[in-house]
C-alpha cells in the first residue's frame, strides 16, 4: 500500500506545503485505494474524479503561491450534502438521479479552503439508520471485518476514513450518526453544538436535531477542519452567531485539573464487557493526563431513546413531506395527483423511512399530538437541564459511543426497536443540543475498534477537542489500518 | 402492548400519502405497536410545569433586509430538475375533474 495513504491530513498539509508531494499525486493514490477497496466496502455513491483531478490541478498551482487548510487534499461528503452538478442521492431511490442546482454552505467552504471532493459517501436512506443497511445503494462494510456493519448513518463517511480512501469526510450527526459509526470503524468523530455548523444545503432529516459532523483520523484534523466549516450562516438562522476561535491552535495546553463527569447511568445500560474495559481504560489514561473523574448523574437517560423515536419522525414526516414528485426527483406516473403522490412515495422511499413517516405522523396526528410529541418535547427539556446540572461540577463529559463494538451485517434488522437501542448514548447528545466526538480507545477481543465520547457545554468545542487531543496523545494507540489489498473478494 | 389496529395504520398512511401492500400493513401494524409500546414508559415522567424544548439555543431571530436576491440560472435552471413542466410551469396531472 502507498505510505501516503496512511498519513493524517495535518501531515499531509505539511508534505504539500514543503512542496514534497503534489496534490495531483496524493489524489492518483486515493484513487487506486478507492478502486481495490470499493469493490469490497462499498463507502461511496458516486465517485468524482473528474471534478477531482480538476481540484487537484487548480490547487497545485495554488499551493506554489500560499496555503489554505484544505488546500489539495482530497475528502470525501457523505451524499446529504447538496453538490452543485453532482448527483446528490441521500441513499434514496427518491433522489437517485437528482443532481442539484446549488451548493450547500458547508461545501461551498471546503471548496473555499481548497479541498479536493472525490466522491459522496453511501449512507443510510435519509440518515435514517444506525447500521447502513438502510441505503438504497446497498449496505456498507467494516473495514475491520467486511461480515460486519460500519455503523450508521455516516457508515460511507467512517468506511471511507478508515479505508483509507480520503483523509476526512463530513457526515450529519442526528441522534449519533457520526459519533457511532467513527466508533465502530475506529476514527474520530465530532458533531459539534447544534447551530455550530450551518445546515444550508443538506437534505433535512430532523431539523432540531441535525448536525454537521467531521470524520478524520485523528483529533487534530477534526479541530482543523471545524475552523474551516463552523460559523454563523445567514442562510440558516439557526446557525449560532458566537465567533468560531481558531481550534486547532489551542489544542496544546493540557486538561490538567479538569474535571470528567462520568454519569452513573453510563454504566447501568447493558454494556458489553469489552465497551466497559475501554471505559476503565479511558478512566486510567484521563487521569494520567492529569485530570480527575467525578461521579455525575444524567437521572432521565433511559427515557432518552423514546423522546428521541418521538421528536426525530416527527419532524421527519414533516421535512420528508416535499417529496411529492412534483419538483424534483423520483415520479411515478398516474392520471390522479393523489395517486401520482402515494405511488411515488410508496416506491421511492425504504421501509425504514416509511417505518419513520409512520411513527411521526401517527404522533403529530390529530388526538395524538400531546400524549406523544408534546410530551417527548417536555422530556427533552429534563434531559438537558440534567446535562446543565452535571456540567456544574465538571467541564466534559465522558462516557460509552455505543453499547457494544460493530454487529454482525443482518443481525439487528428485523427488529426496529432494537437498531434504535443501540444509539442510547449518543441520543442524549442531540436532544440537549450539545457538543460530542468519538475518539478510539483501544480494541475488543474480536479485534474491532472500541470508542470512548465526550461530552462539552454549548460551544465549547474548543474544550471538547484540547480533552480529545490530550487523550489520544495520553493513550497512544498505534492503529495498523486494515490492508484490505488481499484477493479475497467480499462475501455478499 | 398499545393496541394500534389495521384500520389506525391505512388511516395514517393516506395522511402520510404512502400506500402498502398487506402484507406491509401487517409488518407496519406490529412494529408500530411495539414502538409505541416502548415510548409508553414516557407516562412515567412527571412533566407538570415543564416547558417544551423545541429548540435547544434558541436565539432571537436574526432579521435581515427585504432586498431582491439575484439568482443565477433564473426559471430555467429551478425547472432543470422537475419530472414534467410546461413552459414556466411544474406540470402534475389533472386536479380539476
Known amino acids: 500500500m502507498n505510505e501516503v495513504l496512511k498519513k493524517n491530513l495535518h501531515e499531509i498539509r505539511e508534505l504539500l506545503d514543503k512542496k514534497e508531494i503534489s496534490s495531483p499525486e496524493i489524489l492518483q493514490a486515493c484513487l487506486e485505494r478507492i478502486e481495490k477497496v470499493e469493490p469490497k466496502l462499498n463507502a461511496l455513491i458516486t465517485i468524482t474524479e473528474d471534478i477531482a483531478g480538476a481540484q487537484a490541478n487548480e490547487a497545485q498551482k495554488k499551493i506554489e503561491k500560499g496555503t489554505s487548510p484544505l488546500l489539495g ?20 431511490r427518491m433522489l437517485e438521479n437528482y443532481i ?43 473495514p475491520w471485518d467486511l461480515e460486519r456493519v460500519p455503523g450508521g448513518s455516516s457508515g460511507g463517511s467512517a468506511a471511507s476514513v478508515a479505508g483509507l480512501e480520503c483523509y476526512a469526510s463530513l457526515g450529519t450527526d442526528t441522534g449519533g450518526s457520526v459519533r ?42 477534526c479541530a482543523i477542519i471545524l475552523e474551516v466549516v463552523a460559523g454563523y450562516d445567514p442562510r440558516d438562522s439557526t446557525s449560532s452567531p458566537i465567533p468560531v476561535p481558531p481550534y486547532s491552535k489551542l489544542l496544546d495546553e493540557g486538561i490538567k485539573g479538569w474535571k470528567i463527569g462520568l454519569p452513573v447511568e453510563f454504566l447501568s445500560e447493558g454494556l458489553e464487557e469489552d465497551v466497559l474495559k475501554g471505559i476503565e481504560r479511558a478512566k486510567e489514561v484521563l487521569k494520567e493526563a492529569g485530570a480527575e473523574i467525578v461521579d455525575v448523574s444524567l437521572p432521565h437517560l433511559p427515557y432518552a431513546v423514546s423522546v428521541y423515536y418521538i421528536i426525530a419522525p416527527s419532524e421527519a414526516s414533516s421535512n420528508l413531506a416535499r417529496y411529492d414528485g412534483v419538483r424534483y426527483g423520483l415520479r411515478v406516473n ?14 421511492g422511499f425504504g421501509p425504514e423511512v416509511k417505518r419513520r413517516i409512520m411513527l411521526g405522523t401517527y404522533a403529530l396526528s390529530a388526538g395524538y399530538y400531546d400524549a406523544y410529541y408534546l410530551k417527548a418535547q417536555k422530556v427533552r427539556t429534563l434531559i438537558k437541564k440534567d446535562f ?31 437498531m434504535y437501542l443501540s444509539d442510547i448514548f449518543t ?21 474491532l475498534p472500541v470508542g470512548i465520547q465526550f461530552i462539552c457545554k454549548p460551544y465549547r468545542e474548543d474544550e471538547l477537542l484540547r480533552c480529545a487531543y490530550h487523550f489520544e496523545k495520553t493513550n497512544a494507540l498505534k492503529i495498523e489500518w486494515p490492508s484490505l489489498e488481499d484477493a479475497s473478494p467480499s462475501q455478499k | 402492548m398499545k393496541k394500534i389496529g389495521r384500520e389506525e395504520v391505512l388511516k395514517i398512511a393516506k395522511l402520510a400519502r404512502l400506500e402498502f401492500n398487506d402484507e406491509e400493513i401487517e409488518t407496519f401494524t406490529y412494529q408500530l405497536s411495539s414502538i ?24 432571537e431571530t436574526p432579521f435581515r433586509e427585504d432586498e431582491e436576491l439575484k439568482t443565477e440560472g433564473g426559471e430555467k435552471l429551478a425547472l432543470r ?17
Not at chain 1, 337 to 344: A, D, G, H, N, S
Not at chain 1, 436 to 446: A, E, L, M, N, Y
Open chain 1, 180 to 221: 457511532q459509526p467513527a466508533g465502530f470503524c475506529g476514527v474520530v468523530g465530532l458533531k459539534p453544538t447544534y447551530g455550530r455548523i450551518s445546515r444550508y444545503g443538506i437534505i433535512a432529516f430532523a431539523s432540531s436535531l441535525d448536525q454537521v459532523g467531521i470524520l478524520t483520523r485523528c483529533v487534530k484534523d
Open chain 1, 73 to 92: 487534499i482530497p475528502i470525501t461528503l457523505k451524499d446529504i450534502f447538496v453538490t452543485k452538478d453532482i448527483r446528490t442521492t441521500c441513499g434514496s
Open chain 2, 81 to 97: 430538475e422537475a419530472p414534467s413542466v410546461h413552459k414556466k410551469f411544474f406540470k402534475v396531472p389533472k386536479v380539476i375533474k
Open chain 1, 388 to 418: 446543565e446540572k452535571a456540567f456544574e461540577k465538571v467541564d466534559i463529559i465522558m462516557g460509552p459511543v455505543s453499547p457494544t463494538t460493530a454487529f454482525k451485517i443482518g443481525e439487528k434488522t428485523s427488529d426496529p426497536l432494537q
Open chain 1, 334 to 347: 398516474s392520471s390522479d395527483l393523489i395517486e401520482m403522490y402515494m405511488k411515488t412515495r410508496a416506491q
Open chain 1, 427 to 447: 441520543i442524549p447528545v442531540n436532544l440537549a443540543g450539545l457538543g460530542g466526538i468519538s475518539v478510539p480507545v483501544g480494541f475488543d477481543r474480536k479485534g
Open chain 1, 100 to 142: 442539484p442546482q446549488y451548493d450547500g454552505t458547508v461545501v461551498e467552504k471546503v471548496i473555499m479552503s481548497g479541498a479536493v471532493i472525490i466522491g459522496k459517501n453511501n449512507m443510510d436512506e435519509f440518515a435514517m439508520g444506525s447500521s447502513n443497511e438502510n441505503s438504497y445503494f446497498g449496505p456498507v462494510r467494516n
Open chain 2, 36 to 59: 409505541l409500546d416502548y415510548v409508553e414508559k414516557l407516562n412515567e415522567v412527571d412533566t407538570s410545569g415543564v416547558e417544551p424544548t423545541f429548540y435547544t439555543f434558541a436565539t
